[in-house]
């Protein structure tokens, strides 16, 4: 035998449910994260700003990693050229599919300040929590986030121009900014690599590809070299050469050679894991060129793998003109 119950009744029903649901406890709807960890829980306690920081270097890989994105970081810029089978023109040349819709520019864009939002925070951070009195720790946990402050900054200024400048952690949308004045970007860079280079080693053997103070040193005289201080970049740079731990390889092609990464000429070297990241990074790649269509050469993991061809080397201006030319 079946009951039914009438629709007054259903509700009176749902509604005393409710009402017991509400009279639980104050504990009744806390929740337990059990998927994801906080930001106050990561940026209360040492170990948890160094593993903030450690997810900082994902952008780099990200950037290199990526198919997309590797070439964009350097085309359009006087070190590489379009080559002949470029999938997106508009990343070098320049022309009017350049716009905010732009995929590769767009999401460089938002890599960019999403990881500068996450270095702020961590540089806010930082002096406010237990070292335990261990400032050599604490201080490079903020070098290493001022770096990434300073390279995001930096490369975003060549990229774009009028970029807004950000130095403070922000848990809101920031619907607006107003492009900042460049003096003052590249305050905020020059300030940040000084103070890495301060609070960095020149080597940390046991982690290939951190941050050091040589990687640092290396930014520092680009940096000075756009300012157009030629003085303080021939200083940075010859402090470089003669204090740090670098010697040139007595033959150059051991500097790209398979397994030598982290070789002793090699200043800054991002680390990629084969099996997680699937590929690798993928710049070498852009720039083999189409060795495979010379009759007789075949194509071969010796001879240079598959050949991309998108980007090839600017050519040198001579001294007698300073045309250049693309293809």
Known sequence: MKTYLSMPTRWLLSLLLLVGLTGCGEGFLEEEPRTFVSTEAVLNSPEGLEGAVVALYDFPTWMYHSTRYSYWFISGT??????????????????????????????????????????????????????????????????????????????????????????EP????????QPADPADIYRVIVDDLRFAIDNLAWTYDDQPGRITKGAAMHLLAKV??????????????ETLILQGPYE????????????????????WTIQFDPQADNYGHFLAVMFTPLYDRIQGVARTFEQGGRPWARMYPAPTCSASSTKTTGG
């Open 170 to 177: 922000s848990e809101t949308i920031r619907e607006k900014e």
């Open 248 to 267: 040139l390889l007595d033959d150059p092609a051991e500097i790209f050679a398979d397994n030598n990464e982290n070789n002793k000429e090699a200043i």
């Open 78 to 167: 006087d070190v590489a050229r379009i080559g002949p089978l470029h999938e997106d023109r508009g990343t070098a040349l320049y022309n009017t599919d350049l716009n905010p819709q732009h995929g590769a520019s767009r999401e460089y864009w938002n890599q960019s300040y999403q990881t500068l939002y996450r270095a702020n925070a961590i540089i806010a951070a930082a002096p406010n929590v237990d070292f335990d009195g261990d400032e050599a720790r604490r201080n490079r946990v903020i070098a290493e986030a001022r770096f990434f402050r300073a390279y995001i900054l930096f490369y975003l200024h060549q990229r774009y121009g009028n970029i807004p400048l950000v130095t």
């Open 224 to 237: 000075y070299l756009v300012l157009q201080n030629w003085q303080q970049a021939a200083q940075t740079a």
